[in-house]
């Protein structure tokens, strides 16, 4: 088992940029796939990143595309999600969450453990 705690949320204005963290307890991390995942008020969880245990490749929905990027700090065994040009649909909480999937997966049943979550609120 894993424990997650995500960190870093806040607010932000529009083109601002902040980075989530995602701290793991009782494993390794590095031994997981990794997803971030965000839920807006009325809509759905919807995973945006992931990095994969297999090989350490990475995922993105189109709409984090080219501005958020997946990474691993292993010696902080920690999963860091760094977000630019934030816009204001990107308002949401924001969770981390953790499975034995070989592969990159934005598929929530793909994942075991998960976070509290964090919010990211972007407004001027």
């Known amino acids: 088992q894993v424990q997650l705690v995500e960190s870093g949320g806040g607010l932000v204005q529009p083109g601002g940029s902040l980075i989530l963290s995602c701290s793991a307890s009782?494993?390794?991390?590095?031994?997981?796939?990794v997803g971030w995942f965000r839920q807006a008020p009325v809509k759905e969880r919807e995973g945006i990143s992931c990095i994969s245990r297999s090989d350490g490749s990475t995922d993105y929905d189109d709409s984090v595309k080219g501005r958020f990027t997946i990474s691993r700090d292993n010696a902080k065994n920690t999963v860091v999600l760094q977000m630019n040009n934030l816009k204001p649909e990107d308002t949401a909480v924001y969770y981390c969450?953790?499975?034995?999937?070989?592969?990159?997966?934005?598929?929530?049943?793909?994942?075991?453990?998960w976070g509290q979550g964090t919010q990211v609120t972007v407004s001027s």
């Open positions: 969450a953790a499975g034995s999937y070989w592969g990159k997966t934005l598929w929530r049943p793909h994942y075991d453990y």
């Open positions: 009782g494993n390794t991390l590095d031994t997981y796939t």
